[in-house]
T-cell receptor, first 117, second 114 residues
Framework: GAVVSQHPSRVICKSGTSVKIECRSL??????MFWYRQFPKQSLMLMAT?????????EQGVEKDKFLINHASLTLSTLTVTSAHPEDSSFYICSARDGETRTDTQYFGPGTRLTVL | RKEVEQDPGPFNVPEGATVAFNCTYS??????FFWYRQDCRKEPKLLMSVYSSGNEDGRFTAQLNRASQYISLLIRDSKLSDSATYLCVVNIGYSGGGADGLTFGKGTHLIIQP
């Protein structure tokens, strides 16, 4: 199946710093990528949808100025958590949809565990 | 009302047994349905898509009931390695773009006991 990578897999940072997470589709072109967040014992919650070359669409309650998304190429999307606070500590997962197959199957990255001290 | 509801469990099942769990969804416009499996502290992995006619993949059988808006997953001859959280996932449809990410249930925790 299609492979999606994420980097870093784990990050610990101080409150107030910014953290960038990369999501890459390794063997397909992802016209659409999704960013999810999962708190302990909770379900994955969609944060935003990004389409290559256009602005991301954010879900209600997600601050676009705090969670900056850039989808500059068909294989890379980045999520930057700006001025991170302890409540931003979570498991961030990206997924990508193969633009060639015209199905809605999403392939998930391995996730990034963010801990803000 | 939650969009996708599942019994969180845990379901404790002896190895070799058959286990089934259901999921209900609230949006009647939902078009795509999936079961994902998520191991502890890992990303979800697609287990199978769910079609109206029902589909089977080895020991796993998925069913969709659109009239009642529920999806089921049946696991036969359960293995220790089946222990995981099973996520019911719904999509209102692939429109070729836009905000149409998947909606996840909270998951059903399954524990297969030796």
């Amino acid at each position: 199946g299609a492979v999606v990578s994420q980097h870093p897999s784990r990050v610990i940072c101080k409150s107030g710093t910014s953290v960038k997470i990369e999501c890459r589709s390794l063997d397909f072109q992802a016209t659409t990528m999704f960013w999810y967040r999962q708190f302990p014992k909770q379900s994955l919650m969609l944060m935003a949808t990004s389409n290559e070359g256009s602005k991301a669409t954010y879900e209600q309650g997600v601050e676009k100025d705090k969670f900056l998304i850039n989808h500059a190429s068909l294989t890379l999307s980045t999520l930057t958590v700006t001025s991170a606070h302890p409540e931003d500590s979570s498991f961030y997962i990206c997924s990508a949809r193969d633009g060639e197959t015209r199905t809605d199957t999403q392939y998930f990255g391995p996730g990034t565990r963010l801990t803000v001290l | 009302r939650k969009e996708v509801e599942q019994d969180p469990g845990p379901f404790n099942v002896p190895e070799g047994a058959t286990v089934a769990f259901n999921c209900t969804y609230s949006n009647s416009a939902s078009q795509s349905f999936f079961w994902y499996r998520q191991d502890c502290r890992k990303e979800p992995k697609l287990l199978m898509s769910v079609y109206s006619s029902g589909n089977e993949d080895g020991r796993f059988t998925a069913q969709l009931n659109r009239a009642s808006q529920y999806i089921s997953l049946l696991i036969r001859d359960s293995k220790l390695s089946d222990s995981a959280t099973y996520l019911c996932v719904v999509n209102i449809g692939y429109s070729g773009g836009g905000a149409d990410g998947l909606t996840f249930g909270k998951g059903t925790h399954l524990i297969i006991q030796p």
